[in-house]
């Protein structure tokens, strides 16, 4: 049985008409299965974001929260790396002017602040459904390996454990996974429970549609889910 957290995001997406959620509720979920997402606070004004900036602590990232945005960095909607309160101010106000510029009509929800993840080895995990066999489950490297290579690995949810192991291992691209040329190698553990607690999500949660976590940033102890979108 599912927690009842988990239904409260779905209701109000519902209560809103929404067929999507957004980031700070995809991440909420991803949370809820007890997945590793960055630290998160939704700021209304200028104010609010340079509290929770400081509550997080620098640097931090700046992203939009609008339905009309659904890919933040297209609008100019994410800021990466603000070191400081001036630096948040300044970038709060430039999102809203960049959203403003592309989408003139876009209703501003306001702006996440968190947490900036550290550089690592950028995987993702994805879901559609299929009419006939229920949710898919796919893993893959972040960037042009799924983009250009389309160098995945699918199975039908649920998942056992080995299926996880073996989807990690099965990307042509696994042995950057296992480190090369000097850069050391990845927690494919964290990846392997990601994977089973994302199949276990799916399974529990026939809302969920389409389910993009791009990217998973892994390093070589643990990951940061650092963007998460769920169509429903
Ligand atoms: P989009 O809606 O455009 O997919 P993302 O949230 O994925 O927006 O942000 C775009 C990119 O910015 C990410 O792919 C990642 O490289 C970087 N990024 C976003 N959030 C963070 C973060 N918290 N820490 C580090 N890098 C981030
Ligand atoms: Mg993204």
Known sequence: MRDKA??????????DGRKFLFEHEAKALCGLYAMPV???????TEDDAVKAAEKIGFPIVLK???PQVLHKSDA???LVNIKDK???REGFKRIMKNVMAYAPKAEIIGVI??????NGTEVIVGSTRDSTFGPTIMFGLGGIFVEIL????FRLVPITRTDAEEMVR???AYRILEGVRGKPPVDQETIIDVLMKTSKMLEECPEIRELDINPIIVYEKGAKIVDARVIL
């Open 113 to 118: 602040v968190q947490e900036m993840a550290p």
């Open 150 to 153: 389309k160098d995945v690995s």
């Open 38 to 44: 960055t630290m998160i606070n939704l700021a209304k």
């Open 6 to 15: 988990v239904s409260r995001i779905f209701d109000e997406a519902s209560r």
């Open 86 to 88: 001036q630096g948040t």
């Open 76 to 78: 100019g909607g994410v």
């Open 64 to 66: 939009i929260v609008s």
């Open 170 to 172: 099965e990307i042509k």
